[in-house]
């Protein structure tokens, strides 16, 4: 037996008690979360949360483990939806006996049978050639749904009630906290067996056309079915996905499967980090807050959005998991305390940057909507009119205080990275 | 005597312009048979054309006695055949290990399996560490293969081609690039893992070329113009003309 065995057997043997304890870790945080959260607002939050987990994690078995850049993927997330609503409609009129909390599976089976049509001519290639089809399919089908009124019901889209189906251990699933559960069990399953995808021949092999599709061919694996596979099985969790949705709204409309949606999803698994099989659930909390939270406190929320994208794209294209994976090494050598003080030190600058920014964005967009008799903004708790110079100034100030507070930071904030990661000796 | 390969009339051409013409080779199987010829002879398309790559314009190859003309690259795979690359052709974001892995698993049969998971796979894990141990990048198994140093890059895209265990094995020039003490470890390598296969190579080291070849083609302008022991070859005359001596000359 040779020592790379040994060493692999251990490493397997490690790595799988981490995941162990990693799924049970989050089924217990899943169970618990309602009791901390209970609001009503943040437990339809917190089943948002899930949808997207499963929505951004099916997208990035496409962009990051098979790379293959999508951006018609709210397509199945929405006919998975729209075909789970005539379910539940179907349902509440009891011609199918299928308790409520399965529906997700009918969405699911839907995604897996149109991914598998627009698989068998969309991943032959990948590159612009698979970008290309797959946003000429997506506008397609959302065009369709404004067509087809009888089945996508146009504008108002299809509704139905959630609470008509047979019997469920005594749930009816009017209160949204069963729904959170539903969600959250679903989130729970679809993350697993993602991740358990990603360890098999078929996962693996994604990766390596990822990697070199041309090579892959010389090992013996066509690179158009490898493709195919994850394409079809990431069609089935937007589905799925599509599915819960229909659940947790009772009404799936046009919206759910438009270009909107398949540029929210791409955000979430970027800005999460497409390298990482954790980015995109991080990402899909991240974009889920921004939507719910911010846009209570903004209408410029999508902007910020869109920054934050740009941000990430040119600063960090790791995303933020990646980010926070740069500082494994740190944290391994115990010397991340090292990075506090100089973090916290440039944070307040760059919090000036950031509110120099927005609130002359707010400032600029609050004077192009209001009326001649209401001059006055409340921005950060302070009433600013906007006739007088002294806002405008102030945030300018603020912003160009920033900058140069970040910029004299800096430098500090290196010598430490490089301290706390050993640079010069150690390593 | 069996062919493993055998090549029919074979041509290739881009357009109007004939790269391989009228190519007639039979690769016996067992042998060592390495292909050399000045830069631009057509020794990289003949591979391609082998190996599935590209199409052949007319002709044909066999593999086995089996018509392989015009298949893609991983049905001539399954039916015996891999191969390296001139330019190293590796999965560069997976690990050392994950690209050897990747290697062995059509060959152990599990194919496009959705449901097993590869760490259960105590045949293809074994199969992997003995390819690593035998290619000496053992102790490198979990470094990402596009960080590797240029040799050992090179030992993986050889790694890549004999994982599978294939029966006929075509290596593009194996040592290009190498030192003196690489391109010897790399011979030896070669040596060992073409025991008892049939092997093919492209190579312009002269001294790889004699010390490993049991046979040997040369291939100018598109066309075979001797195929034979490595002592007849540097006895002919017009490979003397058409290459070698221009060789000798320079050495």
Known sequence: MSTLTDLRRSMVAEARRRQRLTWLISAVVLVALPWIFSSSFSISIMTQIGIAIIFALSYNMLLGQGGMLSFGHAAYFGLGGFLAMHAMNYIADGAIPLPVPLLPLIGGVIGLFFGFIIGTFSTRRAGTVFAMISLGVAELIAALSLIFVGFFGGEEGVSSNRTKGPDFFGFNFGPDIQVYYVAAFWALIAAIAMFLFSRTPAGRMANAVRDNAERAEFIGYSQRNVRMISFCLSGFFAGLAGGMFAIAYEIVTEETLNMNQSGAVLLMAYIGGVGYFIGPIIGAIIMTLLRTVLSNFTELWMLYVGLLFIATVMFVPSGLTGLLMMHGPAWKRRSLKRLLAPYAAISIPSLAVIMGVGGLLELTHFAHTTSMDDRVMTLFSIPMNIDSLLPWAGLIALFIGGVLGVRRLRPMLLDAWADANGAGGGD | ?251
């Open chain 2, 1 to 251: 005597m069996e062919t493993a390969i055998r090549l029919n009339r074979l041509h290739k051409s881009f357009g109007p312009t004939p790269i391989i013409t009228d190519v007639n080779l039979d690769i016996v199987k067992g042998e060592r048979h390495a292909i050399i010829g000045p830069n631009g002879a057509g020794k990289s398309t003949l591979f391609h054309l082998i190996s599935g790559r590209y199409e052949p314009t007319s002709g044909d190859i066999e593999l086995n006695g089996e018509s392989i003309g015009g298949l893609p690259p991983y049905e001539i795979y399954r039916k015996g055949l891999s191969r390296s690359f001139q330019v190293t052709n590796i999965f560069a974001r997976m690990s050392v290990y994950e690209n050897i892995r990747c290697a062995v698993l059509w060959v152990k049969g599990y194919k496009y399996s959705f449901w097993n998971r590869v760490d259960n796979m105590e045949d293809v894990n074994e199969r992997t560490e003995e390819i690593l141990e035998r290619i000496n990048l053992a102790d490198r198994a979990f470094v990402p293969a596009g960080l590797l140093a240029y040799a050992e890059q090179r030992a993986l895209e050889i790694g890549i081609a004999i994982a599978g265990g294939n029966q006929v094995i075509i290596l593009d020039e194996p040592t290009a690039g190498m030192s003196h003490s690489e391109t010897e470890q790399v011979v030896e390598l070669i040596r060992s893992v073409s025991e008892g296969k049939t092997l093919v190579m492209v190579e312009h080291d002269m001294g790889v070329v004699f010390n490993l070849a049991d046979r040997i083609s040369v291939l100018v302008y598109g066309r075979i113009i001797a195929t034979d022991t490595p002592e007849n070859i540097r006895a002919n005359p017009a490979v003397q003309e058409a290459y070698l001596g221009v060789e000798a000359d320079h050495e």
